[in-house]
C-alpha cells in the first residue's frame, strides 16, 4: 500500500509569512503525528491528531495549529514565521496512536 | 510525564565491533518500547519493538524495568548499520503520544 506522503518537500519562507504543510497517511490510518526534526533538538513531538481531534499536544507556541480531514489527511500551520522555525517537519500516522509509526519524507522549511 | 534519554549523540566503532546504544527512559507505568532508525536520505523506520522480541538485522533490545532501560545491540557492527538510532516511548494503555529520544548517530569505521 502507498506509504505516508507529505507536501510540498520543500519550503522556503520569510519572516513573519505564514506556511501550511499537508499530510496523506497510510490507508485505513486513523492517527497522525506531527514532529519537529531540528539537529540539535532531535525530535520534538508537535501534535497527534485522531479520527478529527487533536488528542495530544506537546510543548510549542500556539503559532503552530493542525487540523485533520474526515479522510484523515492532516494540515500543520504556522503563522508569524521565525527563523527559529526552520527544520524538517515530519508527519507520522498509525493505526492508533501508540502503535507503529509510519514516517513521511518530510517537508523542509528553511525560514530566512 | 514520559521521559526518553539517549546519552550518546555520536557513538563510533570499528567494523565488527559490538555496538550499544543506549537508552534510558522514565515512566512510572509499563510503557512499549520501541527503536527507530533512519538511513541516510531515507525515511524513518522501525526498527524493533520490544513486545515482538525479534532480532532485526542482527539488532536486539531488552527491557530492563529495574533499570529502566532499552539498549540497542548488536554483536559485530557493520557499515551498513551507520545511520541515525531513536529510542521512543509510548505509556500502555493506549491514547498518549510517543515520546523519543534525541537520537545516537551510529557511525561504523570501515
Known amino acids: 500500500k502507498a506509504g505516508v506522503t507529505q507536501t510540498p518537500r520543500y519550503l522556503i519562507k520569510t519572516r513573519g509569512q505564514q506556511v501550511t504543510l499537508s499530510c496523506s497517511p497510510i490507508s485505513g490510518h486513523r492517527s497522525v503525528s506531527w514532529y519537529q526534526q531540528t539537529p540539535g533538538q532531535g525530535l520534538q513531538f508537535l501534535f497527534e491528531?485522531?479520527?478529527?481531534?487533536?488528542?495530544n499536544k506537546g510543548n510549542f507556541p500556539g503559532r503552530f495549529s493542525g487540523r485533520q480531514f474526515s479522510n484523515s489527511r492532516s494540515e500543520m500551520n504556522v503563522s508569524t514565521l521565525e527563523l527559529g522555525d526552520s527544520a524538517l517537519y515530519l508527519c507520522?500516522?498509525?493505526?492508533?496512536?501508540?502503535?507503529?509509526?509510519?514516517f513521511g519524507p518530510g517537508t523542509r522549511l528553511t525560514v530566512t | 510525564a514520559q521521559r526518553v534519554t539517549q546519552p550518546e549523540k555520536l557513538l563510533s566503532v570499528f567494523k565488527g565491533a559490538p555496538v550499544e546504544l543506549k537508552c534510558n527512559y522514565s515512566y512510572s507505568g509499563s510503557p512499549e518500547l520501541f527503536w527507530y532508525v533512519q538511513y541516510s536520505r531515507q525515511r524513518l523506520q522501525l526498527l524493533l519493538r520490544h513486545i515482538s522480541r525479534e532480532s532485526i538485522k542482527g539488532f536486539t533490545a531488552d527491557l530492563n524495568k529495574g533499570e529502566t532501560s532499552f539498549h540497542l545491540k548488536k554483536p559485530f557492527a557493520q557499515e551498513e548499520d551507520s545511520a541515525m538510532y531513536y529510542c521512543?516511548?509510548?505509556?500502555?494503555?493506549?491514547?498518549?503520544?510517543?515520546?523519543f529520544g534525541t537520537g545516537t548517530k551510529l557511525q561504523v569505521i570501515p
Open positions: 507520522a500516522s498509525s493505526l492508533q496512536g501508540w502503535d507503529e509509526q509510519y
Open positions: 491528531y485522531f479520527s478529527e481531534t487533536q488528542r
Open positions: 521512543a516511548l509510548t505509556p500502555s494503555g493506549g491514547y498518549q503520544k510517543v515520546t
